[in-house]
């Protein structure tokens, strides 16, 4: 089954910004979520992590020191905090409650490793929240920009289908549901792609000014018809960005990250996603078909049916759409001035552009959808 019962995270103040942490919260928070029970934090030493990275907050790794280490106490973790910035805050804050439920209701036994979450809190009046969560800085963290290794992107898609497995259909799956507005969707695209011609423009290829123009009319029609298919829970932002590796290769071998996104959704999403954000046009032509063959094979042997891989492979096709328009929700917004993002979005057009041409997306989603 997957059902999960609730991690405990008790209700505690929590500081807002990197510059609140303090050893007496931490001693505090650890205490109340039961990592520690005797142990004190004496002092703490903070570095900025994550910057330029899209991560729309604050992210810092804390390294600590006890009076008396017991066994369990992390001597370092990860904090993550919403922007300063009240405009992203209150844009943010929904995502924020939402990889906080993540951790406090889903991580445990999701079907892939999570970091270890120490604390979780939101406070969604304000927008503020705070995460503490295991540092896997022992581990290799993946780059969208230089790409991984065929071996990185089967372990990728392999792990997806274990997870995807293990919710496939099931009525229990509470949690935001991908497809409950599909018309507010279609009317948040078509507000925002003026915006992002306006903001992004020049980064813009004629194929995704093309599908850009379709979407405003077709994105609700795409949503619908992927509504249908079997629903499991997805991570929604599932790239090498978000994945740490461990050196061994197996299954076990990939931790995924950042949790925001999370939702009930079809599951190629997050297979077109992952294909879309982290694999270059040169090595997604090579590897495509292998990749979603393995991946469907092995939703097979876990016990999955009724969803044939003709069925997926045209679903996969037409989930392209999402990272369509999750490119436009981004590039609205992106601050043209970051170096970094300009050219992760620079560089994630020219593989976006590949796709659209080889899967001819935009015939496939001028045609009548059924």
Not at 158 to 174: D, F, G, I
Not at 189 to 195: A, C, D, I, Q, S
Not at 232 to 241: F, N, P
Not at 341 to 355: H, K, T
Request: include cysteine.
């Amino acid at each position: 089954s997957g059902s999960l019962g609730p991690i405990s995270m008790p209700q505690l103040a929590f500081p807002y910004s990197p510059q609140d942490l303090t050893p007496a919260w931490l001693t505090d928070a650890l205490r109340s979520s039961k990592i520690i029970h005797n142990s004190s934090v004496t002092s703490i030493d903070i570095e900025r992590v994550g910057a330029g990275t899209g991560w729309a907050g604050e992210c810092v790794r804390v390294t600590l020191d006890y009076d008396n280490r017991e066994d369990g106490a992390p001597a370092i973790m990860i904090a993550k905090f919403s922007t300063a910035d009240p405009i992203g805050r209150a844009a943010m804050s929904d995502l924020y409650q939402q990889e906080v439920d993540f951790y406090t209701e889903y991580s445990n036994g999701i079907g892939i490793a999570t970091p270890r979450a120490y604390f979780g809190a939101a406070d969604q009046n304000s927008g503020y929240h705070a995460l503490l969560l295991e540092d896997l800085s022992d581990m290799r963290h993946g780059d969208d920009m230089t790409g991984g290794s065929s071996d990185d992107a089967l372990l990728a898609v392999l792990q997806l289908a274990q997870m995807h497995a293990r919710w496939w259909n099931l009525h229990e799956l509470s949690g935001p549901a991908d497809f409950e507005d599909s018309s507010q969707r279609q009317r948040d695209f078509r507000e925002r792609w003026g915006p992002c011609v306006e903001n992004v423009g020049p980064l813009l290829s004629d194929s995704f000014m093309s599908i850009g123009e379709l979407l405003c009319d077709r994105l609700s029609d795409v949503v619908n018809d992927l509504s249908k298919r079997p629903q499991t829970l997805i991570h929604g932002d599932y790239r090498y960005d978000n994945m740490f590796f461990n050196s061994s290769g197996d299954i076990a071998g990939l931790t995924a990250i950042d949790w925001q996104c999370f939702k009930r959704s079809c599951s190629a999403y997050d297979v077109s996603y992952f294909v879309a954000a982290s694999l270059q046009a040169d090595q997604r032509r090579e590897l495509e078909l292998r990749l979603l063959n393995e991946y469907h094979n092995k939703l097979l042997d876990l016990g999955v049916s009724g969803y044939d891989f003709d069925r997926f492979y045209r679903d996969y096709q037409l989930s392209f759409v999402y990272f369509a328009e999750l490119w436009v929700l981004s590039g609205a917004y992106l601050d043209m001035t970051d170096p970094r993002g300009v050219a992760y979005l620079s560089a994630s057009m020219e593989r976006f552009d590949s796709i659209l041409a080889d899967h001819d997306i935009e015939n496939l989603i001028s045609q009548p959808i059924t």
